[in-house]
């Protein structure tokens, strides 16, 4: 089933351009996410009843452009791929008239609620999503995993704080993106954003930002204190021959 959902860009998901934000992209998407999940019956209280629930591990994102305050979009997702306790969605985010801002692909991971431990995903759910194999985005995207680069920078520790976290009870995946955000530069042009979602963060985690400078764009992380990521991201501008 291919989940669709229309919008608008609000006021609160731009930036100083009144261009939609990163961290205004990561949380559209992920609402249309949630919302097929919401629509299809594998709902949160459902997920919680039979004790599974999903979590993001990467996002791979393309922009083509950026939609502006105002402007009317079309968010859709779908998940292609489905096996053992790893799920693999596409979204697209257009204009009414076909016109493509954003393509993503992503990976999930179901886990059991008591321990976080990964599970097998239930049939059940797998039935109120449907997997469209055939729906896969023919882009070339990169790898899942982000090999940061050295010689970097680590800055003050920041401790997570409550308002950071989602009815998981650990850091929202936008919130990661937002926190690690900070550390590039505000004024950074990129069409490529790349994520790996390592470990979970809690309230009272004390977190480690490192920040690094690439040929193609910046790297930031949030490291554990033996030094290991809760998170990574990569913001990157590639031209047309660079992605061929």
Known sequence: MIYTMDTRIRFHEV????KLSLTGL??????????????????????????????????NLII??????????????WSYKARHFLAYRNFTVKSPDGKCYVKAD?????LNTNDFTPAKIRQDIMDMYTVEPDAKLPDRFPGRVIRMAENGEYLPEITVSEYMLDANHHINNGQFVKLAAAYVPADLKFNRFNAEYVAQGHQGDNMTPYRVKTENGWQAALLKEDGKPYFKAEWEFMNDDQTR
Request: proline content about 4%; glycine content about 10%; some cysteine.
């Open 64 to 77: 083509d452009e950026w939609p502006e305050l105002g402007d009317r979009v079309i968010t859709s997702t």
């Open 26 to 59: 990561i949380d559209l998407l992920q609402d249309c996410g949630n919302f097929h999940g919401e629509d299809t019956g594998a709902t949160l209280d459902y997920q919680y009843k039979v004790g599974q629930t999903w979590a993001i591990t990467s996002w």
């Open 15 to 18: 930036g100083p351009d009144k």
């Open 106 to 110: 992503s990976q999930w991971i179901m």
